[in-house]
């Protein structure tokens, strides 16, 4: 049996097969994901065609069709038209066979005219990458077993081939809007996996992502690290790549005497981080108020549907969240003023002035309130600075 050009001891295979596709990795999360996907950078064209090239030959994916269901799936996330929800499929089935969704939905013609514009169409993509998307694995298995042996490097090529479908299609997708933490409550279940990006290139910061789907950074708190983020500041400093846009960080300035229309501006441009503290502010107030009411032990439980969609409460914890509202005064006021805040951002169709009185007088009720949480909240409003 043909042994290959090397002979190394197990580590040193194991160790190569997490290098190559650690590289697979960075190729998805900074070429397909990040630049293809959402515009949030611009890499130059060699380094570009390198990931491009290396994904030919690591996965057989066609560029054009990542970012068409990719798009799709921001789109129309957690409904029937998401190629891959958890929420609709079903987390076992995302999970373990998350990649034949994927091709399901690469296969529809609507679905790549309407998501994958602006992809590239250059001789090599349509006459190579595309259409002989197969030959390049083909090419890899091939190099796999002249460099590193039949046994070896047929073991090594397979564990290629599935990296992608497992981790991305599969735990990304499937786990990404099942299991996590939440730094930001967007209209979908997306999660943060881990706080420490690094198995997969910075893309368990999926909610993250799902918060500022155009950035190119997807760690947001001070602890949480995105593997693919440095890789995008170290070609940037090499003048390989360009970052055109990343997540707002909140800048607190002066506290404004009154809510003008910078106010305005500044509450809608960090909406995300003021609803993030205003669950904490719930939980705040939930726990005082636990303490506080009698048999308030029957309310145990109920801190994560404070901030949750109502529509997606079960019935059960619905009744009693209810019948904790009816007997604190606080948390009602807390809980429905939160409503009212997020509203906001949402009416469309109001002008600026009415948006500016409804915050106005939003501000003046929180801080006549008297619950201590609401009034810190308008205070923190009140001196953000606009972005």
């Not at 006459?127 to 998307?133: E, F, G, I, Q, S």
């Not at 951002?345 to 609401?374: F, H, I, M, P, T």
């Amino acid at each position: 049996m043909y042994a290959g050009m090397v002979d190394w001891p197990w580590w040193g295979y194991v160790l190569m097969t997490l290098g190559l596709t650690h590289v697979t990795i960075v190729a998805v999360t900074v070429f397909l994901h990040r630049q293809q996907a959402h515009r949030a950078l611009e890499l130059h064209p060699v380094v570009a065609h390198f990931f491009r090239l290396w994904l030919w030959l690591t996965t057989g994916m066609v560029t054009k069709e990542w970012a068409a269901v990719h798009r799709k799936h921001h789109a129309r996330c957690e409904t029937v038209d998401d190629p891959h929800s958890p929420q609709v499929h079903g987390i076992h089935r995302v999970l373990w066979t998350g990649v034949f969704l994927y091709v399901a939905e690469a296969r529809k013609r609507d679905t790549l005219q309407r998501y994958g514009h602006g992809t590239p169409d250059d001789w090599l993509e349509r006459h190579l990458y595309t259409p002989w998307h197969k030959l390049g694995v083909a090419i890899m298995l091939a190099v796999d077993v002249l460099v590193f042996g039949i046994a070896a490097g047929s073991l090594i090529w397979l564990v290629q081939m599935a990296w992608i479908p497992f981790w991305a299609a599969g735990v990304i997708n499937g786990l990404g809007h099942f299991w996590g933490y939440r730094n930001f409550s967007p209209a979908d279940a997306s999660t943060n996996i881990s706080p420490w990006g690094l198995l997969i290139g910075g893309e368990e910061l999926h909610n993250n992502h799902h918060t500022f789907p155009t950035s190119a950074r997807l760690s947001i708190r001070w602890y949480e690290f995105d593997v693919g983020w440095l890789y995008i500041r170290m070609l940037a400093a090499l003048r390989l790549a360009e970052i055109k846009r990343v997540a707002p960080r909140p800048r607190l300035g002066g506290l404004r005497p009154v809510v003008d229309a910078n106010t305005l501006q500044a509450v809608i441009a960090n909406r995300y981080d003021l609803l993030a503290q205003y669950a904490r502010s719930l939980k705040q107030v939930y726990r005082e108020e636990l303490a506080r009411l009698q048999h308030g032990r029957r309310f145990r439980g109920l801190k994560r549907w404070l901030a949750a969609d109502s529509r997606t409460i079960p019935q059960e914890a619905r009744g009693r969240l209810e019948m904790m509202l009816d007997e604190s005064r606080a948390l009602q006021t807390a809980y429905a003023m939160r409503d009212e805040l997020s509203a906001l951002w949402e009416r469309s169709n109001v002008s600026a002035e009415a948006l500016l009185k409804a915050l106005q007088d939003w501000c003046e009720r929180a801080e006549n309130s008297g619950v201590r949480q609401l009034r810190e909240l308008s205070l923190r409003l009140r001196s953000y600075a606009p972005v």
